[in-house]
């Protein structure tokens, strides 16, 4: 499996990643060696399996859906790169 | 003997007599983070105000006759993987730069009620992405054992420091390996318990389907006694166990007689290193001799695990580390125009070569048009990873192998070489796809001194007797004694 250099731009642009044209080199050809490996799964038929979606084994547990305290305000935004009072300050989204 | 090389509980039962206060212990700590940590790197972060009033705090309950617990005043040290209230929190990245935790996890919540102080946050492979932390974004870490070798990952900074004698024992996490294989290069215990056994909240994710808590310690023991301290339901994490955690010590000196062990016949394979197959080998042989029946078993399966980890961890960690993204903490580019730059940007400063080529690998193998050929490949195969075991387990009672296929390697030596590096996880990872118990323990050295690692895998929730079976070839050597030459 050889990614094109048009496959990791696209990939890179779903991750929310800006590569350097170096990067996008090295990880076209990391990665195509990666898949390459992962090839190997092929062999197997897996048709009648059924897939293992996490490793509980006891099944997912629900509790009350009680009211309870949250982190204060305060807290919440104190490592915030940029803050204005109570909020997160975001760049502008609608042009 | 010195205060810093003693065991959890034999500094425990110093502590309980008297004969030492926790304000030694964590000052012995300190002084030897002083002394040797500019050259082994285990830490990210010394705490030595925080450590010395929970110490105080300690002595002063130890005095009043009402200790916390059994380790009440112990010093420990944690993964920077671990939400820790009031301290810098970046799990090796320069995305969390600067980051203070606003909370503490459960199983730092634990620790402290408790009573154990916390000396600081050690080193790690960034987000816990790697096998020898020098994936963390600040320096690599180095083996007690020999500085110019790897001390394994991701928990490599947990396994230095407390080889290194700067803490009694450390907490780290495992997703394919990172207790078990740091422990193996280091001479230590290192325990990955079930899925499900220790509550994940307040743990910076990486695959959350396998990403599990656990001790590294210099006994079984305090394995044991630090699993005890942790291992509980926590209604924050829904993949929490309800389930009641046994006394881990009572049962710990039951011996192996009457079990029955396995050799997987798959994790003998070609390219191992000779001295690591010899020093396993001669463990299944001395279990033997101390009355286990020790068989052949198979877990055909084997050699898909890599390829099926390498899809699941990687697509898990794409869709985790979507969060940092430079608006609510952490690093933001500043200088962006627009938000999408400002992501992109973002992320692209903040993560390190290995963080982004999984989150690559996985955003790819979770893509339109590959989801089925990757990723529900690769969960399918997980299914038939997990049935091997079931298989086994019906004969067996634990499976021993090897838990690194090598000894320390050289710092530098796989970081150019994704591959190669991700092959270090080959014997620990498969127990993590099916959600098992399993232990590293010291089982001998190289010619040149370099520890060597046995593998103690059980059934679900039996993490009690894999520590048995730990404890009954650990009384039988002094390896456990063995102190690095610093």
């Known amino acids: 499996m050889r990614l094109t250099l048009e496959q990791v731009r696209h990939v890179a642009g779903l991750a929310r990643l800006k590569l350097g044209p170096e990067e996008e080199q090295r990880y076209q050809q990391q990665l195509s060696a990666i898949l390459e490996a992962m090839e190997k799964l092929r062999e197997l038929d897996t048709e009648s399996v059924e897939p293992t979606s996490h490793s509980t084994l006891s099944g997912f547990l629900w509790r009350e859906d009680l009211s309870r305290q949250s982190l204060e305000v305060e807290k919440a935004l104190a490592n915030a790169p940029e803050k204005v009072g109570t909020a997160f300050s975001v760049p502008k989204i609608i042009e | ?486």
């Not at chain 2, 620790?111 to 994936?135: R, Y």
């Not at chain 2, 994790?267 to 197959?277: L, N, R």
């Open chain 2, 1 to 486: 003997m010195q205060l810093f090389e003693l065991s959890m509980l034999e500094l425990a039962s110093k502590l309980a007599s008297g004969e030492v206060s926790s304000v030694e212990a964590t000052r012995a700590c300190l002084r030897r983070v002083a002394e040797v940590d500019g050259k082994v790197k285990a830490f990210l972060h010394v705490d030595e105000k925080g450590a010395l009033a929970a110490a105080e705090a300690s002595d002063a309950r130890r005095k009043g006759g009402k200790p916390a617990g059994p380790l009440d005043g112990v010093p420990v040290g944690l993964k920077d993987i671990f939400l820790t209230e009031g301290l810098p929190t970046t799990c090796g990245s320069r995305i969390l730069e600067g980051f203070v935790a606003p909370y503490d996890g459960t199983v730092v919540r634990l620790l402290k009620e408790a009573g154990l102080p916390i000396v600081g946050k050690l080193n790690q492979d960034e987000f816990a992405m790697g096998s020898s932390t020098e994936a963390s974004g600040f320096f690599p870490t180095r083996n007690p054992y020999d500085l110019s070798r790897t001390p394994g990952g991701s928990s490599g900074g947990s396994a230095a420091a407390v080889a290194a004698g700067e803490v009694f024992g450390a907490l780290g996490t495992d997703t394919g390996g990172s207790i078990r294989q740091p422990a193996a290069l280091t001479n230590l215990v290192g325990l990955k318990p079930t899925y499900g056994r220790v509550s994940r909240y307040g743990v910076i994710a990486f695959a959350s389907s396998l990403d599990q808590v656990g001790p590294l310690c210099r006994t079984v023991a305090d394995a044991a006694a630090l699993l005890q301290v942790i291992a509980r339901h926590d209604p924050l994490d829904s993949t929490s166990a309800q389930l009641p955690s046994p006394d881990y010590l009572a049962g710990l000196e039951g011996g192996v007689a009457g079990l029955t062990l396995g050799l997987p016949r798959e994790y003998f394979v070609e390219g191992m290193d000779q001295e690591v197959e010899r020093a396993v080998r001669a463990a299944a042989e001395e279990l033997r001799r101390l009355g286990a029946k020790v068989v052949d078993t198979s877990l055909p399966h084997t050699r898909y695990a890599l390829a099926t980890y390498y899809l699941i961890a990687p697509a898990e960690a794409s869709s985790n580390l979507a969060r940092y993204d430079g608006i609510r903490y952490g690093l933001r580019a500043a200088d962006a125009k627009g938000l999408r730059e400002l992501y992109a940007l973002t992320r692209e400063r903040g993560f390190g070569p290995e963080v982004k080529r999984r989150i690559m690998l996985g955003t790819y193998a979770l893509s339109a048009g590959y989801y089925e050929a990757y990723y529900l490949k690769a969960q399918k195969v997980r299914t038939l990873i997990r049935r091997d075991f079931e298989q086994a387990f019906k004969q067996v009672d634990a499976i021993i192998s090897p838990t690194s296929p090598v000894a320390a390697f050289k710092l530098g030596e796989k970081v150019d070489d994704p591959l190669a590096m991700y092959l270090m996880d080959v014997f620990t990872l498969p127990c993590n796809l099916a959600g098992l118990p399993g232990m590293s323990l010291p089982c001998g050295f190289t010619a040149s001194g370099l520890p060597i690692g046995l593998q103690v895998l059980g059934r679900p929730y039996d993490e009690a007797r894999v520590l048995r079976v730990g404890r009954a070839f650990e009384r039988e050597h002094d390896f456990a004694k063995r102190r690095p030459p610093l």
